[in-house]
């Protein structure tokens, strides 16, 4: 699973199988913690993320939100820059 990109231990992934087209989403790492998040929403959709991970992975995502839609439909994977 590629990772697009890394910010204070949270590890942003994202990968394609058949049974996980939609929602597009990505897959947030956060030591033991687990989490998929919409894309288009900021929603955890699936796992569980403490509060204050799952609201900067929000943040981010939200910002990145057109980046990310574009590697989900392209499946042209690159680096995106972190939370700052």
């Known amino acids: 699973m590629p990772i697009l990109s890394n910010f204070y231990g949270i590890i942003i992934k994202m990968y394609f199988q058949q049974s996980e087209h939609n929602p597009p989403h990505i897959h947030a790492v956060y030591g ?3 989490g998929s998040i919409d894309i ?3 929603e955890l ?4 993320l403490p509060n204050r991970a799952l609201k900067l992975v929000q943040e981010w995502t939200k910002v990145h939100k057109n980046e990310l839609l574009n590697i989900w ?3 042209e994977f690159k ?3 972190p939370l700052e």
């Open 45 to 48: 959709i699936e796992g569980d």
């Open 79 to 81: 680096k995106i820059p």
């Open 73 to 75: 439909n392209t499946q």
């Open 40 to 42: 288009q929403t900021g």
């Open 32 to 34: 033991e913690y687990v």
